[in-house]
C-alpha cells in the first residue's frame, strides 16, 4: 500500500514561498510509470492540478502556475517536494501529494495523502 504524507507550514505571508515535502512510503518514486503531483483545493473550488515529477525526474507544470512553481525530489528519502513563489491569498488552500498512473485531470489519481491546509495571510 502506497502512502502519502504532505508536511509543510500552515501559514505563509503574501510574498513569499511556500515550500511542501511529500513524504511516500510503500513504494518508490523512481519505479513504475508514475506521476508524482501537487494537486489543491482552494475554499469552495475544485480540485487543481498543479506540477510534479515522473519516475524519470522529468517536471511537468500547469500553464497557470509554470511560472511560480518548481518541483523536485530526493530519491534517498524518498520525497518530493513543491516550491510556490510570489503567493497571495489565492493560493490558500488545502495542498495534496499524489500519485497519478498518467497526466490527466485532477482527480485520477491513485493514491493520494491527508492534504495539508495552506493559508496566505499577513
Known amino acids: 500500500q502506497v502512502q502519502l504524507q504532505e508536511s509543510g507550514p500552515g501559514l505563509v505571508k503574501p510574498s513569499q514561498t511556500l515550500s511542501l515535502t511529500c513524504t511516500v512510503s510503500?513504494?518508490?518514486?523512481?519505479?513504475?510509470?508514475?506521476?508524482w503531483s501537487w494537486i489543491r483545493q482552494p475554499p469552495g473550488k475544485g480540485l487543481e492540478w498543479m506540477g510534479g515529477?515522473?519516475?524519470?525526474?522529468?517536471?511537468y507544470y500547469s500553464p497557470s502556475l509554470k511560472s511560480r512553481t518548481s518541483t523536485s525530489r530526493d530519491t534517498f528519502k524518498n520525497q518530493f517536494t513543491l516550491q510556490l513563489s510570489s503567493v497571495t491569498p489565492e493560493d490558500t488552500a488545502v495542498y495534496y501529494c499524489?500519485?497519478?498512473?498518467?497526466?490527466?485531470?485532477?482527480?485520477?489519481?491513485?493514491?493520494r495523502g491527508q492534504g495539508t491546509p495552506v493559508t496566505v495571510s499577513s
Open positions: 499524489a500519485r497519478f498512473p498518467r497526466i490527466g485531470q485532477p482527480h485520477e489519481y491513485d493514491y
Open positions: 510503500g513504494g518508490s518514486i523512481i519505479t513504475g510509470y508514475y506521476y
Open positions: 515529477i515522473d519516475y524519470r525526474g522529468s517536471t
